[in-house]
């Protein structure tokens, strides 16, 4: 695959991090989360044309209708049912995790992770942005205080790991790659159940408003 | 062959749990299931004993340690199961639950107990971790079983950290693979491989991947500063789910971190990973020590009291030497009598309908075994003489003594002081009078014998190891 159009998909992936941390809409986040996985799919679909090896395209296309498709429609069709348009709840206000999202990426960057970003030396850039994109999908599930941002926090630093291994050299073999896809749509399976009942017993799915665990 | 019995016959009671109706069918097929388990896991163990690492195929492995904690999820699983069965039927008859969420209690259970089997067995770093992974989704919706808003918060907790924790794990798994970069990559990559080719291993790398590994799987372990969701889950979760969670579970994911800091010892000085265990370790020593005089809720002291010691098996693999044979030991003893001490909690909240301590009072009258159970499995568990635990802490202890005194020492206050936060409040629940809306008296001997034979078990074992048992324990901690 073109060397531009790598950066482009790692770039996207980067991007729609930093989009969701800035998005006052759940449908904005659900949405870069499609576009983010997206991305990962034409950087595996990368590795079958470079590999030739047909089990990898079934990897791609699991991975297609997982998360560009079921994902993005499980998370819309939630936000319809509970009407949560809007979640732009943080903990940190916007200037302040402009800031934390900088000194996160400066970190991904920086020397104390040299010896991860540079497992393959040609690919130091790309894997610094891996990592950010990392650390961005944690400070993501840290700072929003609603559910479905967690999900798709946690969804998103799959994403990050999947494309850090691939400028490893660390991918798995597609047997695993699918084991681990399956794992992924039972977990995401089990987190849209959890997100209605959290809806149905709290009214809400902002996670300061569950305190029945205090006292 | 032992383990596709193990495997084949829980899967074949998940079915028989999601097409059978009958519940006495249900409860016969998982009754069965992890019986078969129990004496396949028997005969494993044996033969780990005898000739060494059983690997029937490629895909998987056992070990003297993994043969011990397929011992404990076995004989905890069938207790677990028989109590299950009892305590269900309790909560049937009392509009708790109804018919078609025993079906889905049984299946869930079975489901656990298959996935802890696979990764205790599982031959592939990342098989592995697809099986941890697969035991918080099982595991999900037992601790949100009672469909209260409470169990609810706890479970999305616990869902939310694990899955996070769990990645983190996945990406230190994923940077161990650098060491297999002269392979194929589409090669099976075992333990052993690993452990192999660790030379080629950048030593920067094998620590960093240590830290990512030891802060994913310890959250599942329950380690401070990781633990937060382990309290609220394990005691919103049915008192059997508890027993299994607290006693094998975190057993599981610690055996995980242990496979890895093999293979960090063998790249980067043993200190490394040591110092970072006794930290850990220590620290969930400490946090526990200072909460549990203010707890209200006797399932939440038992959870805080499983990180105590999941903390001191950390300390003892981390001190080396005779630490590593206390820990091992530590490891099988916890197991049983967390277990107890949690299927007795059952019965007791069956009883007085309440987890809160203040609301337990004559708890040795009103429920002479049952009571009698959790307050022998208190003292146990907090390391009185003559218990298997005393000996494990002091084996613990006493190898700290040799490399760090002052962590040992510490740990000996620590142990003291959370010994009287326990006395506390247990004293309080044994003794008093018994309020006059409880009834006195034991009812249901299916309640009482599943939690009694892990006591005994457990106490003979205390006494007396079995040569099989004293070989893996002896080969176990030669090798970690």
Same mark, same amino acid.
């Given at each position: ?8 998909? $790692?770039? &996207? !992936?980067?991007?729609?991090?930093? +989009? =969701?941390? /800035?998005?006052? %809409? ?5 949405? #870069? ?32 209708? $997982?998360? &560009? !498709?079921?994902?993005?429609?499980? +998370? =819309?069709? /939630?936000?319809? %049912? ?5 979640? #732009? ?127 | ?480």
């Amino acid at each position: 695959m073109n060397h531009a159009l790598i950066q482009f998909f $790692v770039a &996207v !992936v980067f991007g729609t991090m930093i +989009f =969701s941390h /800035l998005t006052k %809409k759940n449908f904005g986040a659900s949405m #870069a989360y499609g576009v983010q996985s997206l991305a990962v799919a034409a950087l595996l679909f990368g590795s079958f044309l470079e590999t030739q090896n047909k089990l990898i395209l079934i990897v791609v296309i699991c991975a297609l209708i $997982v998360k &560009v !498709v079921m994902a993005p429609l499980f +998370f =819309s069709r /939630l936000i319809r %049912k509970h009407a949560l348009m809007f979640s #732009a709840s943080t903990y940190l206000n916007t200037p302040l995790t402009l800031i934390a999202i900088a000194i996160l990426t400066f970190i991904a960057h920086s020397q104390k992770f040299a010896a991860v970003t540079g497992i393959v030396p040609a690919n130091q850039a790309l894997l610094s942005l891996a990592l950010a994109a990392m650390f961005l999908s944690l400070f993501l599930i840290v700072n929003r205080k609603g559910a479905l941002s967690h999900i798709i926090g946690i969804l998103s630093l799959e994403n990050s790991i999947v494309v850090f291994t691939i400028f490893a050299g660390l991918e798995q073999s597609p047997a695993l790659q699918l084991g681990i896809l399956f794992n992924i749509f039972i977990w995401l399976m089990i987190a849209q159940v959890f997100i209605s009942m959290l809806y149905k017993h709290f009214g809400s799915l902002n996670i300061t408003s569950m305190q029945s665990l205090k006292g | 062959m032992e383990l596709v019995l193990i495997f084949s016959s829980l899967l074949i009671a998940v079915l028989v749990c999601l097409f059978v109706k009958r519940r006495i069918v249900v409860e016969c097929a998982s009754l069965l299931a992890v019986a078969i388990a129990l004496v396949e896991s028997i005969l494993v163990a044996l033969r780990v004993a005898a000739h060494g690492e059983y690997s029937p195929h490629v895909f998987f492995s056992v070990d003297a340690l993994g043969a011990l904690v397929m011992l404990i999820i076995s004989i905890v699983g069938c207790a677990t199961v028989g109590y299950s069965i009892a305590y269900l039927r309790k909560e049937t008859a009392q509009n708790v639950i109804g018919q078609r969420r025993v079906r889905q209690y049984f299946i869930l259970l079975n489901l656990f107990l298959m996935a802890m089997f696979l990764a205790i067995t599982a031959n592939h770093p990342i098989f592995a971790w697809i099986a941890i992974e697969a035991t918080t989704l099982a595991t999900a919706f037992l601790i949100s079983f009672y469909n209260k808003p409470s169990a609810m918060e706890a479970a999305w907790k616990y869902l939310v950290i694990n899955s996070v924790g769990l990645l983190l794990g996945f990406f230190g798994t994923l940077l161990y693979f650098t060491a297999m970069h002269s392979l194929d990559g589409n090669e099976f990559v075992s333990w052993q491989m690993l452990l192999q080719n660790a030379a080629f291993l950048d030593p920067l790398i094998a620590k960093i991947a240590f830290i990512f590994v030891l802060i994913g799987y310890g959250t599942k372990v329950g380690l401070a500063p990781m633990h937060t969701w382990l309290p609220d889950a394990h005691s919103k979760a049915p008192a059997p789910i508890s027993a299994l969670l607290s006693g094998v579970l975190l057993n599981v994911a610690l055996v995980v971190v242990l496979r890895f800091k093999l293979i960090t010892d063998a790249v980067v000085e043993p200190s490394f990973s040591q110092i970072l265990l006794i930290v850990l370790g220590l620290l969930s020593i400490f946090i526990v020590a200072l909460i549990m005089l203010t707890q209200n809720n006797y399932k939440r002291l038992l959870a805080y009291s499983s990180i105590e010691n999941m903390g001191i098996m950390s300390l003892g693999f981390g001190f080396g030497g005779l630490g590593v044979v206390g820990a091992i030991m530590h490891m099988m003893y916890h197991a049983l009598i967390k277990s107890t001490l949690f299927l007795s909690a059952g019965t007791i909240f069956l009883r007085y309908h309440s987890t809160k301590i203040a609301k337990i009072r004559g708890m040795l009258t009103a429920l002479p075994v049952s009571g009698a159970l959790f307050f022998i499995g208190f003292l146990a568990i907090t390391g009185t003489p003559p218990f298997g635990i005393f000996f494990s802490k002091v084996l613990i202890v006493t190898g700290g003594m040799h490399v760090h005194p002052m962590m040992s020492a510490l740990a000996l206050v620590l142990m003291a002081i959370l010994f009287i936060g326990f006395f506390k409040q247990v004293s309080a629940m044994a003794f008093g009078d018994v309020p006059t809306e409880v009834e006195v008296g034991e009812k249901n001997i299916w309640l009482i014998l599943p939690p009694l034979a892990l006591l005994v078990l457990f106490v003979v074992l205390s006494f007396y190891l079995p040569p099989f048992l004293s070989t893996l324990i002896r080969s176990a901690a030669s090798h970690y």
